[in-house]
C-alpha cells in the first residue's frame, strides 16, 4: 500500500514548522533565514495549491473551500512576514503569528479535513495522496526561491 495523504501533509506541516521555528530564532544568519523564508513560502503556496486542487465534489466544497480560507490567511500572513523589517520586533511578532496560525490549521486540517474527506468521498479517500504529491510537485517545479528579505539597516540607510 502507498503513502496515506495524512503521512504527506505532517510532512508538510513539520516541514513548515521546521522553517518558521527558524524564522523566530534570532541567532540565525541572514541566508538562513533566506532559506528558511523560501522554504516556509514554497511549502505553504505548494501545500494550499495542491489542496485547492483536490478532486472536485460537490459534498466536498464546503470543507475545502474552509481549507482554502486557511491557507489565504497564511499566504497574507506571510506576506506581512516579508515587507516587514528583519531582525525587528513587528517581524519576530508577524512570524509568531504566522507560526500560529500554522500550528492551529495542520491540528485542524490533519483531524477534521482528513476525516471529513474520508467520511464524504471514500471512493476518492485512497487516490488523495498520489494526486496531492503530483500537484504539490507541480506546483513547487513552477515556483521561484527566494522571496526578498527587508533589511532594516539597509532601509534606514537609503
Given at each position: ?92 511578532r508577524r512570524c ?63
Open positions: 500500500m502507498g503513502t496515506d495523504i495524512l503521512t504527506l501533509l505532517r510532512r508538510d506541516h513539520d516541514d513548515l514548522d521546521k522553517g518558521l521555528v527558524t524564522l523566530l530564532d534570532r541567532s540565525q544568519s541572514l541566508g538562513q533565514i533566506r532559506t528558511a523564508l523560501d522554504g516556509v513560502r514554497l511549502g505553504l503556496t505548494a501545500h494550499a495549491e495542491a489542496i485547492r486542487n483536490s478532486p472536485a465534489r460537490p459534498a466536498l466544497e464546503m470543507v475545502v473551500e474552509e481549507a482554502a480560507h486557511a491557507h489565504r490567511l497564511q499566504e497574507i500572513a506571510l506576506a506581512a512576514v516579508v515587507c516587514t523589517p528583519l531582525h525587528t520586533q513587528d517581524w519576530y509568531a503569528a504566522l507560526h500560529e496560525l500554522v500550528t492551529d490549521h495542520s491540528r485542524y486540517e490533519e483531524t477534521s479535513v482528513l476525516s471529513a474527506l474520508r467520511a464524504l468521498a471514500p471512493d476518492v479517500y485512497p487516490s488523495l495522496a498520489g494526486k496531492f504529491a503530483t500537484e504539490r510537485l507541480r506546483q513547487l517545479s513552477m515556483l521561484v526561491p527566494s522571496a526578498p528579505v527587508y533589511i532594516a539597516d539597509l532601509a534606514r540607510a537609503s
